[in-house]
């Protein structure tokens, strides 16, 4: 049963790409089987994703890439939303080949049912990358948490329908970003790359751009607090922290260049990202470069350091 198990798992991990392309048709598969069963159709199961798909059907009629007033909302005064182009972009993208036999409209439906598929079939990729180390010539436990930690976050994921192609919205890239990041630290514990910290810091910004610095913040306090902790036992020095930080840094401030909230590039704003991030991330890259300088080594040090930086 163990020769069994162990050959099932390293044909897993030796073709990884194209089993997470297989789970995510079968998924989405069973998701249309429910629809058409129950009889209602295809349909967004949010609201947000339809508002998401008039705002790409007016801004691909203009094309005015600067914010504007949502129209449709709030009467007479409109709404500002809290999408960003990055999310339109890759929404539109998805769209295009529908555009060739279908209406406009018809076509950024269709194409907004990838979306959501899109970002699954990423983060299966990235956990199948994380985990790789902990599946040959290991022990028994090891493999365990591996199966226990994937079935998890598949289970998280379905338990708020994320993935789902009915659901195209701006949670399932933040869930991969999530799951991207967990999986450096943990393909880092067992193989040492500096080149993937600033990469997973870069991605964490950009994050924080798709999902209109709302729950990317969260996503940052989360991945901070398992990178912290990780640090102060030891498993990674404080230049991996540095250079992850600057990766956020980096592209949060790139991201605000490239795509200002409604109002300006002044516009101090929490809900849309704006200065306030830039500056927020900012302080945690001069936080960890100080951490860096200074190198202590005793857990009571790191410990204090990082409350003081934190409290910044």
Request: proline letters at 4%; hydrophobic letters at 55%.
């Amino acid at each position: 049963m163990n020769k069994f198990a162990d050959a099932i798992l390293k044909n897993l991990y030796n073709h990884y790409i194209l089993w997470s392309f297989l789970i995510v048709v079968l998924y989405s598969l069973f998701d249309a089987a429910y629809y058409a069963l129950s009889g209602t159709g295809l349909f967004y199961t949010d609201t947000d994703c339809y508002t998401r798909a008039l705002r790409i059907i007016d801004w691909l009629q203009d094309f005015q890439w600067a914010e504007k007033i949502f129209p449709y909302s709030n009467v007479p005064d409109g709404f500002v939303l809290h999408f960003t182009r990055i999310a339109d972009i890759i929404w539109v993208t998805l769209s295009l080949p529908f555009m060739a036999f279908e209406p406009l409209k018809n076509a950024i439906f269709h194409g907004g049912m990838l979306f959501s598929p899109l970002f699954f079939f990423l983060t299966l990729i990235s956990i199948f990358w994380g985990l790789h180390p902990y599946t040959s010539d290991i022990a028994k436990k090891q493999k365990i948490f591996a199966v226990v930690f994937f079935i998890t976050m598949l289970f998280c994921a379905k338990l708020v329908n994320i993935f789902d192609f009915s659901r195209p919205d701006h949670h399932s890239a933040m869930f991969f970003i999530l799951c991207y990041n967990i999986s450096v630290v943990l393909h880092a514990a067992i193989y040492p790359k500096e080149s993937h910290w600033f990469g997973a810091g870069f991605l964490t910004g950009l994050g924080l751009w798709i999902s209109s610095a709302v729950e990317g913040l969260i996503i940052v306090g989360i991945i901070l607090t398992i990178l912290c902790i990780q640090w102060i036992f030891g498993t990674f020095k404080s230049r991996c922290l540095m250079l992850f930080s600057l990766g956020l840094f980096s592209s949060t401030a790139l991201s605000w260049l490239v795509n200002p909230p409604y109002g300006g590039y002044g516009v101090l704003d929490t809900g849309r990202l704006s200065i306030v991030h830039v500056v927020l991330t900012a302080l945690i890259f001069i936080s960890f470069a100080f951490v860096n300088y200074i190198d202590p080594q005793s857990k009571l040090s790191k410990i204090s350091i990082s409350a003081f930086c934190t409290l910044i």
